[in-house]
């Protein structure tokens, strides 16, 4: 007879299988192929998707123009796809599947560093829907984040984000602790994480890689950083990304140390 623990942990484990589609966000996209010349939400959705993957460097502007072509011929290559320069169906998959190459990184940005889930975790938080978070987590307010598996722990104070919280950390010493969670430069890993908020512990996932534009100066870091909680999206296209959501499963419970 199974013990508790293990019906517990076989629970979380189909939990985060269900959580994880091949394609998320596949029935936004109603027509295919989607190509130069188009534009609206559907190209909006891509192209945020792109420059998640690390092969747009712009924000979505809902027009397909030459700058989105290049990038998907880009995804194409590096993907072994026809380089046609359109969305077709098999890139399309391509591009929301989990085992997805992302862009090319140059030295200057560092790639995936650090334990996890062969580490156990320091702490765990609790699966609050981000609309919960959202009213409790308002601008201008402070948490405290800690790294799953390093332990270590920084402040950040909330400065944008509709579908998930953008940050940026409270000092100097917060943006040295947040690098040192990503092997001490900015990376383009998104590791678990358990963010503090009023003194309740919530399950979230850290992007390691600044984006966007801010008036808040509370460090020198340019930009803000993405924190994911729980059914947390990208605020363009409200796009569920499958990392984030892996994460946010792991830092919930004792069982993503064993998955």
Same mark, same amino acid.
């Given at each position: 007879?199974?013990?508790?623990?293990?019906?517990?942990?076989?629970?979380?484990?189909?939990?985060?299988?269900? #959580?994880?589609?091949?394609?998320?966000?596949?029935?936004?996209?109603?027509?295919?192929?989607?190509?130069?010349?188009?534009?609206?939400?559907?190209?909006?959705?891509?192209?945020?998707?792109? #420059?998640?993957?690390? *092969?747009?460097?712009?924000?979505?502007?809902?027009?397909?123009?030459?700058?989105?072509?290049?990038?998907?011929?880009?995804?194409?290559?590096?993907?072994?796809?026809?380089?046609?320069?359109?969305?077709?169906?098999?890139?399309?998959?391509?591009?929301?599947?989990?085992?997805?190459?992302?862009?090319?990184?140059?030295?200057?940005?560092?790639?995936?560093?650090?334990?996890?889930?062969?580490?156990?975790?320091?702490?765990?938080?609790?699966?609050?829907?981000?609309?919960?978070? +959202?009213?409790?987590?308002?601008?201008?307010?402070?948490?405290?984040?800690?790294?799953?598996?390093?332990? *270590?722990? !920084? $402040?950040?104070?909330?400065?944008?984000?509709?579908?998930?919280?953008?940050?940026?950390?409270?000092?100097?010493?917060?943006?040295?602790?947040?690098?040192?969670?990503?092997?001490? #430069?900015?990376?383009?890993?998104?590791?678990?994480?358990?963010?503090?908020?009023?003194?309740?512990?919530?399950? #979230?996932?850290?992007?390691?890689?600044?984006?966007?534009?801010?008036?808040?100066?509370?460090?020198?870091?340019?930009?803000?950083?993405?924190?994911?909680? !729980?059914?947390? $999206?990208?605020?363009?296209?409200?796009?569920?990304?499958?990392?984030?959501?892996? +994460?946010?499963?792991?830092?919930?419970?004792?069982?993503?140390?064993?998955?």
């Amino acid at each position: 007879m199974l013990s508790m623990k293990k019906i517990f942990l076989v629970t979380i484990s189909i939990l985060m299988i269900l #959580a994880l589609p091949l394609h998320a966000g596949a029935s936004s996209i109603a027509d295919l192929p989607v190509k130069k010349g188009q534009e609206g939400n559907d190209v909006v959705i891509l192209q945020q998707r792109l #420059a998640d993957l690390g *092969y747009l460097h712009f924000r979505a502007t809902g027009y397909y123009g030459d700058m989105t072509v290049d990038a998907v011929k880009a995804f194409q290559a590096r993907n072994k796809l026809e380089r046609s320069g359109q969305i077709d169906s098999a890139t399309y998959v391509k591009l929301f599947a989990r085992e997805v190459v992302r862009g090319s990184a140059g030295t200057a940005i560092r790639r995936v560093t650090g334990p996890r889930l062969l580490a156990k975790g320091e702490a765990y938080g609790e699966l609050i829907p981000w609309k919960t978070v +959202n009213s409790i987590f308002t601008e201008g307010a402070r948490a405290k984040v800690q790294d799953l598996y390093t332990g *270590y722990t !920084y $402040t950040v104070i909330r400065v944008a984000g509709r579908n998930h919280a953008d940050v940026q950390p409270a000092s100097e010493a917060d943006l040295s602790t947040y690098k040192k969670c990503f092997g001490g #430069a900015f990376t383009w890993e998104k590791r678990p994480a358990v963010v503090e908020i009023d003194g309740v512990l919530y399950a #979230a996932s850290v992007f390691g890689y600044p984006n966007g534009n801010t008036e808040a100066n509370y460090c020198s870091l340019e930009g803000c950083i993405c924190v994911y909680f !729980y059914e947390s $999206t990208s605020d363009i296209g409200g796009i569920a990304d499958s990392e984030h959501t892996t +994460n946010v499963y792991l830092a919930s419970s004792p069982a993503g140390a064993v998955r």
